[in-house]
């Protein structure tokens, strides 16, 4: 099954649940909180449950470059069985904490063994696509990301239904379970036997990553993955009370119009991103960069109207301009990536974008609750554009690909 035809898009098939999975395990928390502190009286506290998100996101960021290394090194199979078994059962122990520490440890592991799945999955998914079908297969695999999120936003309302603690035992047992689907069908691209050829000898850590930093293409698409994760977290983070000042709407119906905009919009974008950018490339060497830069040139209005607009046509449209840009852009940055970085240095490569794109989101996020206090939140997210507009000119002037994947 391993060497059919149909084979890399059951592998996409089944990193899709994962995607699902990974987003949803690390969503569900957020939602749940007012479920949780009947229980756990320290998370009545605004700082003490900020506490546990920015644990998430820090360990999480600073483990994605560690997960990348690990990746292009071991059978990545195991890593993301690995990863998916731990996540999940940290998942289902959630459900049996009875302290505010024991969530906030708990919390910590989730994002050591989350970290360890985005690197190796996407690298996996792009060894098994060729040109002629990677964009589009990550972009599908990007969709259960945004599933998860929207799925894990139920968190609250099955806790209401049945309790917290079954929520979490609940998806943590799915989870777990789930892993035993993928050591039964899942399969490594690469083999023991060509890694150890003279061509495709490991390279060395300190080597690889030399090799990264003093390429200036590679700090281009560094900058050029790290600039829209500002507005993509903002949007994550901030978007339903922008939606909520700017309309003047309660966050009960601001909440769900602007992440519904946003996630069904994203899903269009990226594939539609997918199969333009596949489709390109075969004429163009630059159509993938070209396909980004339209997503990323899309978001730029979009963001002025997000900021500055104060009509429900005006801002919702922007949404979901947002929303497919994004996902063209989202859809084509592990492809850029195989135009310019060897597969042995792939998953290290996008484990060092992805702690950029988390530390500029957590970075974001704070400076936008500051503009928000003084109410300059609208006018913070018309600021990104400038920042989003930097990288799109970067892109186009630097990223020349003379192949659409390097060996």
């Known amino acids: 099954m391993k060497n059919s035809k149909i084979y890399p898009w059951i592998v996409v098939a089944?990193?899709?649940?994962?995607?699902?999975?990974?987003?949803?395990?690390?969503q569900m928390l957020s939602t749940m909180r007012e479920s949780m502190q009947i229980d756990i009286t320290e998370l009545e506290s605004a700082l003490n449950f900020g506490r546990l998100m920015a644990i998430?996101?820090?360990?999480?960021?600073?483990?994605?470059?560690?997960?990348?290394?690990?990746?292009?090194?071991?059978?990545?199979?195991?890593?993301?069985?690995g990863s998916l078994f731990v996540w999940s059962l940290v998942t289902y122990l959630m459900g049996i904490a009875e302290t505010y520490d024991q969530v906030?440890?708990?919390?910590?592991?989730?994002?050591?063994?989350?970290?360890?799945?985005?690197?190796?999955?996407?690298?996996?998914?792009?060894?098994?696509?060729?040109?002629?079908?990677?964009?589009?297969?990550?972009?599908?695999?990007?969709?259960?990301?945004?599933?998860?999120?929207?799925?894990?936003?139920?968190?609250?309302?099955?806790?209401?239904?049945?309790?917290?603690?079954?929520?979490?035992?609940?998806?943590g047992i799915i989870g777990i379970a789930?892993?035993?689907?993928?050591?039964?069908?899942?399969?490594?691209?690469?083999?023991t036997k060509s890694l150890a050829t003279e061509g495709e000898k490991k390279i060395p850590v300190f080597k690889g990553l030399g090799m990264l930093f003093t390429n200036i293409v590679f700090w281009t698409i560094l900058f050029y993955f790290a600039a829209p994760s500002l507005p993509g977290w903002a949007t994550k983070n901030w978007l339903p009370t922008l939606f909520s000042e700017s309309l003047n709407l309660p966050m009960a119906t601001a909440g769900p119009l602007s992440t519904i905009t946003i996630a069904v919009s994203s899903f269009i974008g990226v594939i539609f991103g997918g199969i333009l950018s596949d489709r390109w490339v075969k004429k163009n060497l630059r159509g993938r960069v070209y396909t980004g830069?339209?997503?990323?040139?899309?978001?730029?209005?979009?963001?002025?109207?997000?900021?500055?607009?104060?009509?429900?046509?005006?801002?919702?449209?922007?949404?979901?301009?947002?929303?497919?840009?994004?996902?063209?852009?989202?859809?084509?940055?592990?492809?850029?990536?195989?135009?310019?970085?060897p597969t042995r240095l792939r998953a290290t490569a996008y484990g060092i974008m992805n702690m950029t794109g988390v530390f500029a989101g957590a970075a974001v996020?704070?400076?936008?609750?500051?503009?928000?206090?003084?109410?300059?939140?609208?006018?913070?997210?018309?600021?990104?554009?400038?920042?989003?507009?930097?990288?799109?000119?970067?892109?186009?002037?630097?990223?020349r690909p003379t192949t659409d994947n390097m060996e």
């Open 178 to 191: 789930y892993a035993f689907v993928l050591v039964l069908f899942l399969r490594e691209k690469r083999s």
């Open 365 to 399: 996020t704070g400076l936008l609750g500051d503009w928000a206090d003084q109410g300059n939140l609208g006018m913070g997210f018309a600021f990104l554009a400038a920042i989003v507009a930097i990288a799109l000119v970067l892109q186009l002037l630097i990223l």
């Open 293 to 341: 830069a339209i997503g990323l040139g899309l978001t730029i209005p979009a963001l002025l109207f997000l900021g500055l607009g104060t009509s429900m046509f005006s801002v919702v449209s922007a949404g979901i301009c947002f929303g497919v840009g994004f996902g063209m852009f989202d859809a084509n940055n592990m492809p850029i990536l195989c135009q310019f970085v």
């Open 56 to 81: 998430f996101l820090w360990i999480y960021g600073l483990m994605s470059p560690v997960a990348g290394i690990i990746a292009d090194r071991i059978n990545r199979k195991w890593l993301i069985v």
């Open 14 to 26: 089944l990193l899709w649940v994962v995607a699902v999975l990974n987003y949803m395990d690390r």
């Open 104 to 171: 906030y440890w708990l919390r910590a592991l989730m994002g050591v063994s989350e970290a360890l799945y985005i690197p190796a999955g996407l690298s996996l998914i792009a060894d098994y696509h060729t040109g002629k079908s990677r964009s589009l297969a990550i972009g599908i695999h990007m969709t259960g990301l945004y599933f998860g999120q929207a799925v894990g936003g139920f968190g609250a309302t099955i806790a209401a239904t049945f309790s917290w603690h079954t929520t979490f035992h609940w998806f």
